[in-house]
């Protein structure tokens, strides 16, 4: 143990020291993790409630590490957003996830995550309009998801920069509604196309006495008032997507209608027929 001040005072805590040795290391590994292709995308099909056909996937990144395995994006994505690892990351899942869905049939689209943090990479604008034109994607089939959160500590240059990209024709999608941020007056901003609904609000709407089927009404119609469509996500069994289709969600997504599966698997779903 070293003998300054800090190494001093973690010895006491070791929780707190082996959570902050855990970090450090987790961050070395992932400064690597893209040049050793630890790295990969997995796709999860989004189907149309109506007819429930494949409309979409949502590409969601994966890491291999060789030592620990498979490690949650749900630790290592605030890893990567702290340390601005996202950045050069998020350029390889935009050019990955856009020469994947060239493959696809016209109609089905890619939707990519974009941390708060990616929209203020000056690169971003350049890096979306190259990953388009490289694979000949029609922009209209790329979407981008992005939260509430990134309102909350809006820049004065958002607006004008989710406005370029929406100029590039690219749609935007608003990832986990409801779960952080109590205002609205954000939803003009980035001429959302669609409202995802969060898994916490589906997994308990069938509940008896639960209030949240009437949140899900209530975020269909604001939706549909604002000429927007939902996507309710999450959805894990008939149960819930039948609920979900009644309360008027056009698009579903979840372990119901497939988990998120390897490129090859997803590609093979809507194009059975193309070798790889
Ligand atoms: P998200 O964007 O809300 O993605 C949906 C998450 O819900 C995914 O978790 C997915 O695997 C999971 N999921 C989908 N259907 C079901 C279901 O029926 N039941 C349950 N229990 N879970 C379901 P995943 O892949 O672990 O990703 C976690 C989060 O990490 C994502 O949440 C997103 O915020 C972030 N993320 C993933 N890939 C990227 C990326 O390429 N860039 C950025 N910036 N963030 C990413
Ligand atoms: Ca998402
Ligand atoms: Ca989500
Ligand atoms: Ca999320």
């Given amino acids: 143990v070293k003998s300054n001040g800090r190494g001093a005072a973690c010895r006491f805590i070791p929780a707190i020291r082996d959570k902050a040795e855990e970090r450090r290391a987790l961050e070395a590994d992932l400064a690597q993790a ?4 630890e790295l990969s995308l997995a796709f999860q099909p ?15 990144l994966r890491w291999n590490h060789p030592a620990h395995g498979k490690v949650p994006p749900d630790k290592f994505i605030p890893v990567a957003e702290a340390t601005g690892l996202i950045i050069p990351i998020g350029h390889w899942v935009i050019r ?3 020469a994947w869905a060239a493959r696809w049939p016209d109609h089905v689209r890619v939707a990519v995550n974009l941390s708060p943090a990616q929209i203020e990479d000056p690169l971003l604008i350049e890096t979306v309009q190259r990953a388009l034109a490289d694979n ?3 922009p209209a089939r790329l979407e981008l998801e992005i939260t509430e959160s990134l309102f909350l500590n809006e820049k004065p240059a958002t607006t004008a920069k989710l406005a370029a990209l929406r100029g590039l024709g690219v749609s935007f999608a608003l ?5 952080g941020y109590s205002s609205l ?8 196309s669609r409202i995802k609904i969060d898994r916490s609000f589906v997994s308990r709407a069938v509940q008896p006495g639960s209030e949240a089927g009437a949140i899900i009404q209530a975020i269909v119609s604001l939706a549909h008032s ?3 469509a939902t996507t309710a996500e999450g959805t894990e069994t008939r149960e ?14 979840g372990y119901l209608f497939g988990r998120p599966m390897p490129p090859e698997e997803a590609t093979a779903l809507v194009r059975p027929a193309t070798r790889l």
């Fill in 46 to 60: 989004v189907v149309e409630a109506s007819d429930e056909h494949i409309v979409g996937f949502e590409a969601l």
């Fill in 175 to 179: 990832d986990d509604f409801g779960t």
């Fill in 240 to 253: 819930e997507f039948e609920f979900c289709r009644a309360l008027g969600c056009e698009q579903i997504q």
């Fill in 34 to 37: 893209l040049a050793r292709g």
């Fill in 185 to 192: 007056g954000y939803l003009h901003k980035a001429a959302f």
């Fill in 226 to 228: 604002l000429d927007m």
């Fill in 136 to 138: 000949d994607l029609d």
């Fill in 96 to 98: 990955n996830a856009c």
